[in-house]
């Protein structure tokens, strides 16, 4: 099974595709303008307390307050507010806790009102991110997440994944990393931890513990609202947690990343560094990898299941639904309850991979095709799990009811992917009036004119939809290379499937946008130029 991470970089950020056999499984979309990220560190101050809710809401600098519930407290709370007073006073000289004495563990059942006060500073780590009309949600249970470990401050407990079930690996872990870790710290150590030898892993720990040296750094001089930590970004948090042997190819398509990914890499896993490339090939990178095609058919609201059957996917505010159908399979099988079964089987494997990719969280009911015998229900109830194991959010499944409904909640720590894929009507812009679409090329002619000869652009990049692609750059002498023989300057030509047949964009040579002026009025330049030439 191969892995591959393919990223292409834009204005508004980085759109992420994770490839498993050249299939599309994970999808993300790192805006730019996002400053609140799950592990990011804050230093919020409480505006409200809600005996009620036995939470607090802290202004953490985004426009909704951050809600942190008690229970996110964690029992090092009163050790990491009287570090954090001292970090702030002066009186903490150093990052390191050897000398730090440990105050006794927050109660795990208390009230909200004995522990937090309005205009009090606390030091605050987003665990889920802002998710519709919801502002963050925070907790002061502080850590720091490696590739093998996890480094937990104001502990002294080592704590082992549960899906490393050697009892002997075990043990040499914890004894590894007994012998590494800083005093009064706490270590979790991670599944790909297994079979790892000491100096991976202390390199690791020393990554972390760097971490925690920039947060005191910073936490002397913050003030309130200040992040004073931030989490890797979503690209490198991946490769993070999921870079292994599997991996065969990363594909990147900006030199700046190219060299971010590749100092990472040279941090984390030099060894891997042969996997990354840089993508500068003309045909558009998501458009070379098939994967903005993957993007229209798997984020609609019908989903083709391979095998047979579609499923309908509907979201609400409260839940998402997904129907199971059988299409035009139910006329291929005599028996009614094999066919549901086969049926419900194969969606079974789709439905894991849609939660995965759309990144759906909170409750997911799924209406499988009806089931007469328990067992039937079993079997798809057990496919669901086989193909959920893989996932890193946290779920949980329920059995199959008698009207073959199937209950799962699944971690939901970010808002859930959604591109729209039905396209607006690319002559109207959905207004119901459109006028010739033979006038693109004439639009398309005067914006490259205005802008070689009245603006003296020059390296720039025409994008259009492919059937435009080929009507500019097919033929012997193609409309591509009069332009070149008229203006002697060369324009790209790129084919981008996500634009509407008469919809164009021109770059620069940097890649960005070009603001063109209203086609009226070059149009009425060049005639003016003709008129001129002519006299």
Known sequence: MSNELVINSTQEGERIALLQDKR????HFDRNDTNYSVGDIFLGTVRKVMPGLNAAFVDIGYEKDAFLHYGDLGEQYPSLNKWVRGVQNGKAPSAGLEKFTFEPPLEKVGKAESVFKRGQQMLVQIIKEPISTKGPRVSTDISMAGRYLVLVPFSNVISVSKKIVSKSERDRLKRLIASIKPANFGVIIRTVAEGREVA?????????????????TTLRTAKSNDKVLGELGRTSSMLRDMLNESF??????????YEEMRSYLQKIAP?????????NAKVKIFEHTGIEKQLKTLFGKTVTVPGGGYLVIEHTEALHVID??????????????????MINMLAAKEIARQLRLRDMGGIIVVDFIDMRSAESRKKVEDAVRDVMKNDKAKFTILPITKFGLLQI???????????VTGELCPTCGGTGKISASIQVTDEIDNSIDDLLVNQNQSGITLNVHPFLHAYYTKGLVSRQMKWYLKYYKWVKVMKDSSLGITDYRIEDERGE?????SNAAAM?????REVEIID
């Open 24 to 27: 599309l499984i994970e999808y």
């Open 513 to 517: 946008e070009i603001q063109l002026r």
């Open 271 to 279: 060894d891997k560094l042969g996997l990354l490339k840089l993508h």
């Open 324 to 341: 199971v159908n059988s299409g035009s399979k139910s006329n291929q099988e005599n028996d009614q309850e094999a066919t549901a079964l």
């Open 524 to 528: 009425s330049r060049l005639q003016d």
């Open 200 to 216: 991976e892993l202390d390199k690791d720990m020393q990554s972390m513990v760097e971490n925690w040296e920039k947060l005191y």
């Open 409 to 419: 909640t699944r971690q939901r720590v970010r808002p859930a992917e959604n591109i």
């Open 248 to 257: 065969d190819s990363i594909m990147v398509d900006a030199p700046a990343m």
